[in-house]
């Protein structure tokens, strides 16, 4: 079975630029994550959506930060406009809702590097 | 109040030694989840173990175990053996049904493994 995929798996962009991320979930799965991790403030959630329904924002640090999840099997991350202390490892993460027991499953990851 | 904590940035443990390093977590649900991941250095999230919060025994996978104490809200995860690809980054997370099942993670405890 595939797992969480992410794309692009690294982003170089100028300031300014908007950026999109992508994840494609596990198949099944109905709860999915974004993290953001930087040596700074390591691993943080940003949101996260049950049913394609976004149930905590309050991680998105700023406006500028927004997420989509039209379908079950799509969800994007978009920074417009992006800054440098944007850069930084942004995983989604899917599971099944509810679901004590379910543990996360990670992406690979998109390393963004805003100059 | 934090809902997951590590307590130690960094360790050290001998090759062939057991480690165990330890987390805290704060929740007033009764049903919850508890879980440990691995994140080498090559940055992917590796799941490692799970414990429920009704579980009577403590989790074992392979030469991972989780020392689980319900009353002191502990969940210290036990590596026996260690080996070199044990260094990594762990972190404790937990899954709580308040909230939408959200994962709450802590800041992670960096181990190294010495040869």
């Known amino acids: 079975d595939a797992g969480v995929i992410q794309s692009p798996r690294h982003e170089v962009t100028e300031m300014g630029q908007e950026v999109t991320l992508r994840c494609k979930p596990i198949s099944g799965h109905n709860s999915l994550f974004w993290y953001r991790q930087t040596m700074m403030r390591g691993l943080e959630l940003l949101i996260y959506f049950n049913n394609n329904v976004p149930i905590d924002d309050s991680g998105m640090p700023e406006d500028r930060f927004s997420a989509k999840m039209p379908n079950a099997s799509f969800s994007t991350l978009k920074i417009q406009p992006s800054e440098p202390r944007d850069s930084a490892v942004y995983f989604c993460a899917s599971s099944f809702y509810p679901g004590q027991g379910i543990e996360q499953y990670f992406g690979p990851g998109t390393r963004l590097t805003v100059t | 109040a934090q809902k997951i904590t590590q307590t130690q940035p960094g360790m050290f443990v001998q090759e062939k030694e057991a480690v165990t390093l330890d987390c805290t977590y704060d929740?007033?649900?009764?049903?919850?989840?508890l879980f440990w991941y691995k994140q080498p250095s090559s940055g992917e999230m590796i799941f490692l173990i799970y414990?429920?919060?009704?579980?009577?025994q403590n989790a074992t996978e392979g030469r991972y175990s989780l020392n689980f104490q319900k009353a002191r809200k502990s969940a210290n995860l036990v590596i026996s053996a260690s080996q070199l690809g044990d260094s990594a980054m762990y972190f404790c997370?937990?899954?709580?049904?308040?909230?939408?099942?959200?994962?709450?993670f802590g800041t992670g405890t960096s181990l190294t493994v010495i040869p």
């Open positions: 414990q429920g919060s009704y579980d009577e």
């Open positions: 997370a937990m899954r709580e049904p308040t909230g939408g099942n959200q994962f709450y």
């Open positions: 929740t007033s649900d009764q049903s919850y989840g």
